[in-house]
C-alpha cells in the first residue's frame, strides 16, 4: 500500500489532501522534525534527502520531492483532474506549483523561520526575515491575481497546483498568523470546505 511520510502542517500536507482527493488507500507514517527523526537511521533509508515528503509506492519504491510526488500521483489517477495535460494548461499548472515549492517556500518561508541557513551571523538575521516576508507577500500578490477571476488557479477544477498553494495559505494563516489577500483568502476557505482537506487536517490535528 501507498504510505505517506509527512510531519503535521509540513508541506506534505498538500500531498495529504490530494491523497484524500483521489480516494485510493494509503497509509500515513509521521516523521517527528521537532525530534530530528528526519536523520534517524531509519529515515535515511527511506529519503536520504532527510525531508518529507516522501511516498513509498506499491512496489517499495520511494519518491520525493513535492512537484514529482504530486506529479505523479495525478497521472496516475487521470479520472480525478487534478493535471490537465493540455499544453498551456499544463505549463501554467507546473509554473504556479514551481513557485510555491522554490520560491515562497524555499527562498520565503526558510529566511523567516531559519535565518541561520542565510547567514551565520545573528545580527543579520533581522534582515533575512524581512527578505523572506518580501518574497511572502509579493507571491501572495501575483496568486491574488490568477485568482482574481475563478475559482482555483486553473479555472472551475482544482489541480495539484492548489494543493501547494494551499500549505502555503495554511502557514500564513496559521503560522504566521497573517491575513491573506482577499482572492486567496477566498481560495484558503474554498479549499478548507473540501472534505478530503478537512480529513487531512483532522488526520494531522491540525483541524
Not at 505517506?4 to 490530494?18: D, N
Not at 493540455?86 to 510555491?100: G, M, S
Amino acid at each position: 500500500m501507498t504510505k505517506l511520510f509527512y510531519s503535521p502542517g509540513s508541506c506534505a500536507l498538500g500531498i495529504h489532501v490530494l491523497l484524500e482527493e483521489i480516494g485510493a488507500p494509503f497509509e500515513l507514517a509521521k516523521v517527528n522534525l521537532a525530534a530530528r527523526e528526519q536523520f534517524s537511521a531509519d529515515y535515511v533509508k527511506v529519503n536520504p534527502k532527510s525531508k518529507v515528503p516522501a511516498l513509498m509506492r506499491d512496489d517499495g519504491s520511494v519518491l520525493t520531492e513535492w512537484p514529482a510526488i504530486a506529479t505523479w500521483l495525478a497521472l496516475n489517477h487521470p479520472d480525478k483532474g487534478l493535471l490537465s495535460l493540455e499544453k498551456e494548461q499544463l505549463a501554467r499548472t507546473l509554473e504556479a506549483v514551481d513557485y510555491v515549492c522554490a520560491s515562497l517556500h524555499m527562498q520565503g518561508f526558510t529566511r523567516v523561520w531559519k535565518p541561520e541557513a542565510f547567514s551565520p551571523n545573528e545580527a543579520d538575521h533581522g534582515a533575512v526575515k524581512a527578505r523572506g516576508q518580501e518574497i511572502i507577500d509579493k507571491g501572495l500578490i501575483w496568486f491574488d491575481g490568477e485568482l482574481a477571476s475563478k475559482a482555483y488557479l486553473g479555472g472551475a477544477q482544482m489541480s495539484i497546483a492548489d494543493a501547494a498553494l494551499f500549505y502555503l495559505e495554511f502557514w500564513v494563516a496559521e503560522r504566521l498568523k497573517q491575513p491573506l489577500p482577499a482572492h486567496v483568502g477566498a481560495h484558503y476557505a474554498r479549499m478548507r470546505a473540501r472534505p478530503a482537506v478537512a480529513k487531512a487536517l483532522a488526520d494531522e490535528g491540525l483541524a
